[in-house]
């Protein structure tokens, strides 16, 4: 879909973690920092977002956060900057306190030129710290996109600069 896409792209995130046995982030709760903290797919990701980015297409990530971040999402902040904002996307943080007053959908989800949703329907193991992935959801139907939209855009506003959020 990524490379279908012609204008815009944006990402909810809203999950406390994505799993706890991805190797960079294990090596980064060991201590280590640099290149040996990145995931592996990162050079892979690096080159869509900037095919997509010189194609003319705006990219936002949205991550609504709990206070005090998770040592996952603590990871997913220190690499940010190498990982999404140098590949050419806009990354904002919005912590839940932040978003009492919004409305936002109940899972995460990408919009692909504000036409088309995917939601990612996840939920946590209960057998352990993973996620079970149940599937994704596609959607076109106006009134979805329309309030996926709006929910997005309003959150966004309420969303701090990556290079602004200073967890705590």
Do not use: C
């Not at 936002?60 to 050419?88: K, S």
């Not at 352990?128 to 149940?134: A, F, P, R, S, V």
């Amino acid at each position: 879909m990524v490379g279908a896409t012609q204008r815009s792209l944006a990402h909810l995130e809203m999950r406390e973690h994505y799993g706890h046995d991805d190797p960079a982030y294990l090596r980064w709760r060991e201590g280590q920092r640099g290149d040996a903290v990145l995931p592996a797919e990162a050079e892979k990701w690096h080159e869509l977002v900037r095919e997509s980015v010189a194609r003319g297409v705006t990219w936002r990530r949205l991550r609504v956060v709990p206070e005090p971040l998770t040592d996952y999402l603590r990871w997913e902040h220190h690499i940010t900057t190498a990982v999404n904002v140098e590949a050419g996307e806009e990354v904002r943080w919005l912590p839940r306190r932040r978003a009492s007053g919004l409305l936002l959908p109940g899972n995460d989800l990408w919009l692909f030129d504000r036409r088309t949703v995917k939601f990612h329907h996840l939920s946590p193991d209960p057998e352990g710290e993973g996620l079970i992935d149940h599937g994704d959801e596609l959607t076109n139907d106006p009134a979805v996109v329309a309030q996926t939209i709006a929910a997005f855009d309003a959150a966004w506003e309420h969303g701090i600069l990556h290079g602004e959020f200073q967890p705590d």
